[in-house]
């Protein structure tokens, strides 16, 4: 075995898992809940990059449903958003799912 030769593969991967990651990061993807009423974008790396809340869902007596609203659509985000990744680094790992690898999400 070729150490140059599984050094430049190393370099090769870590350089395609870095344009996969920033790529990641650029893409923004929307969990809904409650019909749509609200909904949170994030990006591919796990980031929450907006909230939006219909008016009609905005009523001071119901607040603990507008919490679980948007904890709801924050999760549904956070959901595809790690779908995405694992879909993106399937294309380099060939669909294998390297634990460490696999999920660009930031902690």
């Known amino acids: ?6 050094m430049q593969q190393a370099k090769a991967m870590q350089e395609k ?3 996969i990651q920033e790529d990641l990061s650029k893409k923004s993807i929307t969990g809904s809940a409650g019909g ?3 909904q949170v974008t994030v990006n ?3 980031e929450v990059l907006s ?5 009609p869902v905005i009523d001071p007596e119901e607040a603990k449903m507008l919490q679980d609203l948007v904890t709801a659509a924050t999760n549904d985000a956070l959901r595809r958003a790690k779908d995405l990744s ?3 680094l399937g294309q380099l790992t ?3 799912d ?5 999920n660009f999400m930031k902690p």
């Open 94 to 96: 060939g669909g294998l």
């Open 17 to 19: 898992m870095a344009k």
């Open 44 to 46: 591919g790396q796990g």
């Open 98 to 102: 390297i634990p460490g690898l696999t």
């Open 51 to 55: 909230v939006a809340i219909e008016k």
């Open 1 to 6: 075995m070729d150490l140059s030769n599984v």
């Open 36 to 38: 749509g009423m609200v």
């Open 86 to 88: 694992k879909q993106e």
